[in-house]
């Protein structure tokens, strides 16, 4: 898995105009489909007078995680142009929404290609692109008595401590770097007593 990806920093707008019909792209970064989700029952309220609300996004730092919407145009003419800006750029995280607006004439299958291909790409061309870190997530238990200890090694390979609790014992949920995980694990596990947790997924 690679240690860094790149998405966008900010949400940033397109467009396109074909032979008087519009089309409107918006790019937002997103961290899940519940985020994308809200996105889209927004612009099917904002824009219901809109012929197509069309869109693809692509999650993880994989890049395996994607989906693409025609919304009634003619299959493959929206939704994948528009992936095709975002592969092209090695994006993920990222989220294009292109709205129709159709003008009266037929555009046919490769001009509604270019169309969304053109929206999609002038949305994007604006953006700042930015490297963003891949982490690894999981949770660590240990005794009091490795408190000091576990804290100087999560500051020595930059992880962070997204929950803790104290009870009995200490249970810490931390995220670290990827391209230090191995080598706190193996810190980690040479430490008796101290118990790792994956996460199943």
């Not at 996105?39 to 219901?48: E, G």
Request: aromatic share 12%; charged share 25%.
């Amino acid at each position: 898995m690679a240690e860094f990806f790149k998405t966008i920093s900010s949400p940033v707008e397109g467009i396109c105009k074909e032979k008087g019909s519009k089309f409107l792209a918006f790019a937002f970064p997103v961290h899940s489909v519940n985020d994308i989700e809200n996105y889209i029952l927004r612009f099917k309220k904002d824009y219901s007078d809109a012929r197509h609300i069309c869109f693809a996004w692509m999650l993880g730092p994989e890049r395996t995680n994607f989906k693409v919407n025609d919304d009634g145009e003619p299959s493959g003419t929206a939704g994948r142009p528009i992936l095709g800006q975002i592969n092209s750029r090695e994006l993920t995280n990222v989220l294009v929404i292109v709205v129709r607006y159709f003008g009266g004439v037929l555009l046919g299958t490769g001009g509604l290609i270019q169309a969304y291909k053109e929206a999609a790409a002038d949305a994007l061309n604006k953006a700042e692109i930015i490297e963003c870190q891949v982490y690894k997530s999981y949770t660590i238990q240990f005794g009091y008595h490795h408190q000091n200890l576990i804290m100087r090694l999560l500051k020595e390979f930059e992880a962070e401590i997204v929950i803790r609790e104290m009870t009995d014992i200490c249970k810490f949920v931390i995220q670290v770097p990827l391209k230090h995980a191995k080598a706190l694990e193996n810190a980690l596990f040479k430490i008796y007593g101290v118990i790792i947790i994956f996460d199943e997924k």
